[in-house]
């Protein structure tokens, strides 16, 4: 590790590991609220293997006001490999968020990064009625863009993925890409795992690009799991285990 800065309520843990760095990042506000701002910076040098992930599901609570504002900027240098794996991010009824994650590839880098979202605490019985959301991702290689994705929702969430043309009543949700040589080798098996919900596809070569609908959090961590498992090849951070 070449250099570690923390503050605020941001930090970062290191459980032992094999073969790569393994960074935990844990939030100790508890959660998001209207005017929060989160910002992580990472890069894996090259030929490094760098794994970031979160100790548990993020929160995006109800905003009093204002919008919280999480931004991610993650590079990777010539041989390295790079992976975002956080836990869910649970969306309260009321959440305010604005999220940005940014991955620059340089080379032959490769990354492999999901973004699981849970739709309000169905344990609870809460219907996110009221929820505003601009997600934002961007994958570039050498400066060019690999892939762009994003959603926006502003109003009633629930009424919005009760639609057959989005979600079909879906509670949960998950992307993910994967950039390496070894993508379309993986393809035919990974459709293979994925419910009626889900579907992937191979939008350049060398990449995966998947999106998976549940209809809540633990079936959407049961049929994402076993991806997982594939593309890191059995190594998740043990906290995607407890």
């Not at 030929?47 to 991610?72: D, K």
Request: proline letters at 5%.
């Amino acid at each position: 590790m070449d250099d570690l800065r923390m503050s605020g309520c941001l930090k970062a843990l290191f459980p032992r590991s094999r073969g790569r760095l393994d960074a935990m990042l844990l939030n100790t506000a508890g959660g998001l609220t209207g005017g929060d701002r989160i910002r992580i910076a990472a890069r894996a040098g090259a030929g490094a293997a760098l794994s970031l992930s979160t100790q548990a599901a993020e929160r995006a609570y109800r905003a009093a006001g204002g919008t919280a504002r999480v931004e991610t900027r993650l590079a990777a240098a010539p041989g390295a490999s790079l992976l975002w794996l956080p836990q869910e991010t649970i969306l309260y009824d009321g959440a305010r968020l604005d999220r940005r994650l940014s991955v620059a590839l340089e080379g032959d880098a490769r990354l492999l990064m999901v973004e699981p979202v849970i739709f309000g605490r169905a344990a609870m019985g809460e219907v996110p009625r009221d929820v505003t959301i601009r997600d934002r991702i961007a994958v570039t290689r050498d400066g060019a863009p690999l892939w762009r994705d994003g959603w926006d929702v502003a109003g009633d969430l629930r009424a919005l993925m009760d639609r057959a043309a989005t979600g079909r009543g879906a509670g949960a949700m998950a992307s993910l890409f994967y950039a390496a040589p070894d993508a379309e080798a993986h393809l035919a098996a990974i459709r293979a795992l994925l419910p009626a919900t889900a579907g992937a596809t191979r939008p350049a070569p060398d990449t995966l690009a998947l999106r998976l609908l549940a209809p809540d959090g633990w079936t959407l961590r049961r049929a994402l799991l076993p991806v997982l498992d594939r593309l890191t090849g059995g190594t998740l951070p043990i906290c995607w285990r407890l």
